[in-house]
T-cell receptor, first 111, second 114 residues
Framework: GQNIDQPTEMTATEGAIVQINCTYQTSGFNGLFWYQQHAGEAPTFLSYNVLDGLEEKGRFSSFLSRSKGYSYLLLKELQMKDSASYLCAVRDNQAGTALIFGKGTTLSVSS | EAQVTQNPRYLITVTGKKLTVTCSQNMNHEYMSWYRQDPGLGLRQIYYSMNVEVTDKGDVPEGYKVSRKEKRNFPLILESPSPNQTSLYFC?????????????FGPGTRLTVL
């Protein structure tokens, strides 16, 4: 079966670094996505990993280890506007659909 | 501008009154999908479509219907809405279901069924 786990909530302060973890179990892994979603708004694409290693994009980086079924999203120099939910989603070749989403991690950034 | 549009954005209705939420994309995407999002449950897929006239059930299809007569449109139909279908609904599309093709989401439709 398929299973994606993320922490439900995290808190951090402005200027800090936070790491949001995601573990997954799928039959036919074919890539992992991270999305950001502000309350009441649509999810927006942040990053995509299909090979092991770190992908850096400005203040955000995403890491993947396929052998461990593990990914993390690293947010640096946190800003208040980074308060949002972060969704981990896995592409599974055998699922018959595009993406399987985790339940999301709600990040609260305080001053 | 490349986008996914949904209408209406907000809807309050009563039990049993049929309704349709429209979804349209202008990116010539093959794949389209409907999700509902509820607190603590995350995004759950209702139906998806790989191409015109090809649709399939997601995780929570009961009480919903879809159609894909044209590539750009993928309406969600609630024949007899019930209060447990009160939710935030998102339509999404992607070029394909392979590689790094990300899904683009519509702005959402907040539905309340009384």
């Amino acid at each position: 079966g398929q299973n994606i786990d993320q922490p439900t909530e995290m808190t951090a302060t402005e200027g800090a670094i936070v790491q949001i973890n995601c573990t997954y179990q799928t039959s036919g892994f074919n890539g992992l996505f991270w999305y950001q979603q502000h309350a009441g708004e649509a999810p927006t694409f942040l990053s995509y990993n299909v090979l092991d290693g770190l992908e850096e994009k400005g203040r955000f980086s995403s890491f993947l280890s396929r052998s461990k079924g593990y990914s993390y999203l690293l947010l640096k120099e946190l800003q208040m506007k980074d308060s949002a939910s972060y969704l981990c989603a896995v592409r599974d070749n055998q699922a018959g659909t595009a993406l399987i989403f985790g339940k999301g991690t709600t990040l609260s950034v305080s001053s | 501008e490349a986008q996914v549009t949904q209408n209406p954005r907000y809807l309050i209705t009563v039990t049993g009154k049929k309704l349709t939420v429209t979804c349209s994309q202008n990116m010539n995407h093959e794949y389209m999908s409907w999700y509902r999002q509820d607190p603590g449950l995350g995004l759950r897929q209702i139906y998806y479509s790989m191409n015109v006239e090809v649709t399939d059930k997601g995780d929570v299809p009961e009480g919903y219907k879809v159609s894909r007569k044209e590539k750009r449109n993928f309406p969600l139909i609630l024949e007899s809405p019930s209060p447990n279908q009160t939710s935030l609904y998102f339509c999404a599309s992607s070029l394909s279901v392979g590689g790094g093709d990300t899904q683009y989401f519509g702005p959402g439709t907040r539905l309340t069924v009384l």
